[in-house]
T-cell receptor, first 115, second 111 residues
Framework: DTGVSQDPRHKITKRGQNVTFRCDPISEHNRLYWYRQTLGQGPEFLTYFQNEAQLEKSRLLSDRFSAERPKGSFSTLEIQRTEQGDSAMYLC?????????????FGQGTRLTVV | GQQLNQSPQSMFIQEGEDVSMNCTSSSIFNTWLWYKQDPGEGPVLLIALYKAGELTSNGRLTAQFGITRKDSFLNISASIPSDVGIYFCAGHGGSNYKLTFGKGTLLTVNP
């Protein structure tokens, strides 16, 4: 399978715990994105990497959230001191960089439930 | 910030019928993308549009990039049960990387 891969698919955690999600983009894609989706809504942009550089962070990404993309390959999204409001589907997407081709391909998502 | 209004919110149709949904924006978009999402899965890209006025087909799906660059529509012809899902429009406005999504159209197809 050469699509975007996310792990885990589901995560249940207690409030206050830290969680980390992983995303493996399509191998030739140098852009990687994280989005968050809550029930009944479309995905909302969180952050974006061009290779290993994190170029933009949404104001939705509070100080408890951190994302990394070491070596410009896979990416991790960590949430510290989780809150019930963090419960959502976290989606990773990737695309080729630059030009007019900005088609983003999404992974299957990680469903986070904070209890 | 940029907002997308997607309509209708939901549709209930009979198998074999055609369906149309649309998206409007408060500002100009440079790209329009249409995605389909099944429950518990990530969105799957259906069609991408890059030029105002562009009309693009993918099988039974046809989408158009509005002339004003503030709207797009998606048509599905001869619907089948596997068309069931949530359809999202999305677009790039001022940036060429950050997608703004609509709230989705839930499509139900009765066999």
């Amino acid at each position: 399978d050469t699509g975007v891969s996310q792990d885990p698919r589901h995560k249940i955690t207690k409030r206050g715990q830290n969680v980390t999600f992983r995303c493996d983009p399509i191998s030739e894609h140098n852009r990687l994105y994280w989005y968050r989706q809550t029930l009944g809504q479309g995905p909302e942009f969180l952050t974006y990497f061009q290779n290993e550089a994190q170029l933009e962070k949404s104001r939705l990404l509070s100080d408890r959230f951190s994302a990394e993309r070491p070596k410009g390959s896979f990416s991790t999204l960590e949430i510290q001191r989780t809150e019930q409001g963090d419960s959502a589907m976290y989606l990773c997407a990737s695309s080729t960089g630059g030009g007019s081709n900005t088609e983003a391909f999404f992974g299957q998502g990680t469903r986070l439930t904070v209890v | 910030g940029q907002q997308l209004n997607q309509s209708p919110q939901s549709m209930f149709i009979q198998e074999g019928e055609d369906v149309s949904m649309n998206c409007t924006s408060s500002s100009i978009f440079n790209t329009w993308l249409w995605y389909k999402q099944d429950p518990g899965e990530g969105p799957v890209l259906l069609i991408a549009l890059y030029k105002a006025g562009e009309l693009t087909s993918n099988g039974r799906l046809t989408a158009q990039f509005g002339i004003t660059r503030k709207d797009s529509f998606l048509n599905i012809s001869a619907s089948i049960p596997s068309d069931v899902g949530i359809y999202f429009c999305a677009g790039h406005g001022g940036s060429n990387y950050k997608l703004t999504f609509g709230k989705g159209t839930l499509l139900t197809v009765n066999p």
